[in-house]
């Protein structure tokens, strides 16, 4: 089989520079996310949220403005259906919509601002690309640097510079090939990226201003192969990375380490000697991974129970993390993710974000094919998951 039937999804929920946060949202995070559902916050009290539907082929929006939730059709940018969704925001009024065809050689873009959605733009990749694995980050008003993984393991990168995109550029390959990457910018000029390798290690690269570092290998996550990784990257403070991964196997079985969340920081001078075992659920193994962060040094993370189908958190408070993930239950309807032992394992079925200090949401697609919104209003959830429709057809394959 090809790599993409061994690809986790790349998730990733980036705080933005500070100086670009004061323009777009006056808020120290945003967001980026990518996988089934993906979810951005422009400004407080706003979420968009994007879907794609397998039946049709068609990809859909959903926005809370503060008041009212409302969906539009944004049509189909391929002849099939699409494989990936990336959602970026850069500005209060600005978003932009990335999306991979079935085939992995289409890279379609769609960019909204305060007068409506641009048309679809393939952005033409020079390889084939992998199944889930795309990336966009913004480190300033009107810049974006996209990432996608070929087939070959190749990283490939291209970016927006306000007024045109830039040619694509190959980053090499790390280790003996990329399958999930991960990146944010934590400064003005500034990008760093995390990728997974088929042999389990993590490798990292940084665009320091003027030139892309050599990959250094970050070493062997967790023991246990064939092991397929969720990622999410995340940065709460200049110089500061926190990335997180869920293994599990392909198989649906677990594997001596699968199911597991793993998480490893750097400090601003060093690496954390080793990954940090982070557990599984009381339920028992997990899958997915969502990481958001709404202040300095806090840190929350969800994952999907692979068996109970329930979405777990655990969170970091500046000293300590949790004793034991907190369980953030089912929807009403059932449980949230697809079923175990499906290939879903490819792309993400969760997104969080946070649009201010103490402020949590968190989305998921249910079995139902409904997707459910779940909220943290700063000293407490809302009470249960909300059902907030949509299209159906939700590409949870």
């Known amino acids: ?29 945003s967001g980026v996310a990518s996988g089934h559902v993906a979810e951005v916050s422009r400004a407080p009290n ?30 189909k940018p391929d002849p099939y259906y699409v494989a990936d969704l990336e959602l970026l925001t850069w500005a209060g009024n600005r978003l932009d919509l990335f999306a991979t065809s079935a085939s992995g050689t289409q890279l379609w873009h769609r960019g909204w601002n305060q007068f409506g959605w641009l048309p ?23 810049r974006i640097d996209l990432f996608a993984i070929a087939l070959s393991g190749h990283v490939l990168h291209t970016a927006f510079n306000g007024s045109a995109w830039q040619s694509w550029d190959d980053l090499g390959v790390p280790g003996d090939g990329a399958v999930t990457l991960s990146a944010v910018s934590w400064g003005s000029n500034r990008l760093d990226a995390l990728a997974m390798t088929a042999s389990g290690h993590a490798w990292h690269t940084a665009w320091n201003g003027s030139s892309w570092q050599s990959w250094d290998d970050r070493g062997l996550v967790a023991v246990g192969h064939p ?30 380490d ?19 075992d982070r557990g599984i659920a009381p339920s028992g193994p997990l899958y997915d991974v969502a990481a958001a962060t709404w202040s300095a ?13 329930h979405v777990w958190h655990n969170s970091w408070n500046g000293s300590n993390w949790e004793s034991a993930w907190d369980d ?21 079925s969760l997104a969080a974000v946070a649009w201010g200090p103490n402020r949590l949401d ?30 159906g057809g939700y590409c949870m394959f």
């Open 328 to 348: 953030r239950g089912e929807a009403p309807s059932g449980r949230l993710g697809p079923m175990p032992g499906s290939t879903s394992g490819r792309l993400t």
């Open 258 to 276: 699968g199911g597991r969340a793993y998480h490893l920081a750097w400090n601003g001078s060093s690496w954390e000697s080793a990954w940090d």
């Open 46 to 75: 706003d979420l968009d949220v994007v879907v794609s539907n397998c039946s049709t082929g068609h990809v859909w929006h959903t926005n809370w403005n503060g008041a009212n939730w409302q969906w539009e059709d944004l049509g």
């Open 362 to 391: 968190v989305f998921a697609l249910g079995n139902d094919q409904h997707l459910w919104h779940d909220a943290w209003t700063g000293t407490a959830w809302q009470g249960s998951w909300d059902d907030r429709g949509g299209p």
């Open 297 to 309: 040094n806090r840190l929350d993370v969800f994952s999907l129970g692979m068996n109970d189908g």
């Open 227 to 256: 092991l397929i990784y969720a990622q999410s990257l995340v940065a709460w403070s200049a110089n500061r990375l926190d990335d997180f991964v869920v293994t599990y196997s392909p198989t649906g079985l677990i594997a001596p």
């Open 1 to 29: 089989m090809s790599r993409r039937g061994n690809v986790r999804p790349t998730r990733g929920f980036h705080t933005l520079p500070p100086i670009l946060c004061a323009i777009a949202c006056a808020l120290p995070t």
């Open 120 to 142: 679809w733009e393939n952005l033409n990749p020079p390889q084939t690309l992998s199944f889930g694995a795309l990336e966009a980050v913004s480190w300033g008003v009107g």
